[in-house]
């Protein structure tokens, strides 16, 4: 690992469902934390991914839990924190409380387009402000936004509120909106399988952050990488395939030989071209063979991100 460099305070971190997000953003915390800094790790919705990678789970919505030297570990609801909001914001906290309980509130938190989203987002801001406590508690707040579809309307709604609302809802949007976009502060981590499809996504997501939502890219990550074959490998396998049809080992060999080759060249090929399209250097994570897949190999995945200004 290099010297580390300095971290944009807020890393959040997105993909396609299934390739990695929650391990990418547990490494990610957990390496920052070793370097010695105070991180909070974010996950959006119900404990989950991050959750079951780290061995803690946090009992309720906006209360960190300790997960390591250096480490704690929160979940954000939107729905607790737009209640959150209101009591800050509104008068007569009994009568709020009552309106909490209404069915009517109910329906307007499930049917309001986007009201979760930017709650929870603001209160995301709100923590890496410190306004909440009078003084930021966290030099680092790594976020597990979820699957790309959920992440970029979340990402994208303080925008689109700042566009469309009035008064206050407009200005608090603003300066959650003004905090995403700032690349000084926020760097956002799009991670990918070395397959066809994430790969894909991976490039329409970049592509998307950086137009529709003028949003600050961090790294691109490639997850569960096959390692590098050895120099010399294509001639071992031709020296294996030549004079080897009479001899069954030898010619099980060169096939499995053969095909572990061949899905090396589809990886390698598929992150060129996405390094391409993106114009960005793709990080590789190597794949583990673990079951389950906890703590100890995040904290392996820790040891091997070079730390770079994402």
């Not at 906006?62 to 609801?77: K, N, Q, R, S």
């Not at 209640?83 to 509130?105: C, D, I, K, T």
């Not at 990402?155 to 976009?181: D, I, N, Q």
């Not at 070395?194 to 949003?215: H, Q, S």
Request: positive net charge.
């Amino acid at each position: 690992m290099t010297a580390p460099k300095a971290l944009r305070p807020l890393q959040v971190v997105t993909g396609k469902g299934g390739v990695g997000k929650s391990t990418f953003a547990a490494a990610l915390a957990l390496g920052a934390a070793r370097g010695g800094r105070r991180v909070l790790a974010i996950e959006m919705g119900a404990p989950a991914g991050l959750a079951a990678l780290l061995g803690v789970r946090p009992a309720a919505h906006g209360i960190p839990v300790p997960a390591g030297p250096g480490l704690h570990l929160a979940y954000y609801d939107g729905e607790a924190a737009l209640a959150e909001y209101l009591l800050r914001h509104v008068p007569l906290r009994g009568l709020m409380n009552a309106v909490f309980a209404h069915p009517l509130y109910r329906a307007f938190v499930a049917a309001g387009p986007g009201v979760r989203e930017l709650m929870a987002i603001g209160k995301v801001r709100d923590e890496l402000l410190g306004l909440s406590t009078g003084r930021p508690l966290w030099d680092l707040l790594v976020v597990d936004a979820g699957a790309s579809g959920h992440a970029l309307q979340l990402l994208g709604m303080p925008a689109a509120t700042a566009r469309t609302f009035a008064g206050l809802a407009r200005r608090e949007a603003r300066r959650v909106a003004g905090s995403l976009a700032d690349p000084r502060s926020t760097a956002i981590h799009v991670v990918a399988l070395p397959e066809e499809m994430p790969l894909e996504e991976a490039a329409e997501i970049v592509e998307r952050l950086r137009g529709e939502l003028k949003l600050p890219v961090g790294r691109i990550v490639v997850n569960q990488c096959r390692a590098v074959a050895p120099p010399g490998a294509g001639a071992a396998l031709a020296l294996l395939e030549s004079g080897g049809a009479e001899d069954p080992a030898r010619r099980g060999l060169a096939l499995a030989a053969g095909r572990a080759l061949g899905w090396l060249r589809l990886q390698e090929d598929g992150i060129a071209a996405l390094e391409r399209r993106v114009g960005l250097r793709a990080e590789r994570l190597p794949r583990l063979a673990a079951e389950p897949f906890g703590r100890p190999e995040v904290e392996r995945l820790a040891g091997l991100l070079e730390e770079t200004d994402g």
